[in-house]
C-alpha cells in the first residue's frame, strides 16, 4: 500500500522510517498543510500518517484510494469523523502514548499554582526574600480537585492528586467511577456541581460541540473565587478571554494554560500578561519517551492495516469498505 506522512514537524522521522522499511513498505514525506495541498501531492495514496493536515470530505473524496488515517496524538479535530465513516475510510490514533505525561503537566500545574511557585520566584529573585508574598496557600488534604473528564488521562491524574491528598470528584458522562475499577475515591457529580465545588478543575476532555466554550463568564461567575483552572486537554473549551477577564477581576485564582484556541500563540497576547495564568507551548505530552512511541506507533498501525491486520486503535466504524 501507497503510505505517506502528510505533515510532521517532528525533528526526524528515523523511527517512522525503521518500523516501515522492516515491513517492506516505502512511503513519502510532504509537509502538506492546505486541502489543495493534500490533493494535489497525495494522488494514489492508501494510507496517511497524519499531524495536522486537514483530512476533509473535500480531501477524501478527493482521493479514493484512501482507506486508512491514523493520526499522531489522541485528538482527531483535524478530521471530519462523520465524512470518513460515512466514506468508508477508517480512522485511527493513538491514545495512550503520552498518557502519564499529560497527567504529571496537570499535576504540575496544579502544585505551581497552589504552591505559587512561579510567582514567588520571580519575587524572590527581583524583589526581595519573603514568603508572605504567597499568603495564602492552602495544604491538599484541604482541597477539592475536580476532573472533567474521566478517559485514561483523566483517571492518571485523578489517581496522582488522590495520592498527593486532594479530594477528588469528577464529571464524565459517559463513566462511572466505582470501586471494582480502583477509582472509587472519585465523588461522581454534575457538571455545574464540579464547577461549584472545587478548589481546582482540571480539564481531561475532548473538544466537542457540547463543551466549546464551556469555561466562559457566565461559568467563571459560579466557581469559587479562589479557584484554578487547568487545560491539559485542548484548546477553544475555555473562552481565553472571559478567563483573563475571570482572573483580572478575582473571579477566579488563576489558571494554567498548555493548549490554546490557535497555536502557536502569538507574543503579546491577553493570556501572557497575568502573572496568574502560567502558559506552556503545548508540552503536555512530551517527554523522550512518549515522542518516540508516538512515532513508533504511528507506523506500527500503518503496518498492520497495510497487511490486512485489525488495528489497536480504531476511532471510527467505516459504514463501507474503500
Known sequence: MKVIITD???????????VLNKAGISFELKQCVTEEDLIEQCQGAEIFINQYAPITRKVMEALPDLKFVVRYGVGVNNVDVAAATELGVQIGNVPDYGMNEVADEAIAL?????????????????????????????????QTVGVMGLGRIGRNFAEKAHAIGYNVIGYDPYYTPSEDKGTGYIKSVSLDELIVQSDIISIHCPLTPEVANIFNKETFKKMRNHAYLINVARGGIINEDDLVWAVENGEIAGAGIDCVLHEPMKPGAPLLGNENIIVTPHMAWYSEEAAEELKRKVAEESVRYAKGEAIVYPVNKPEKSR
Open 8 to 18: 510532521c514537524d517532528h525533528a526526524n522521522i528515523d523511527i517512522e522510517r525503521d
Open 110 to 142: 496544579m502544585m505551581a499554582l497552589t504552591r505559587k511557585i512561579v510567582i514567588m520566584n520571580d519575587y524572590t529573585k527581583n524583589v526581595k526574600w519573603d514568603y508572605a508574598r504567597a499568603i495564602p496557600v492552602r495544604r491538599p488534604t484541604t
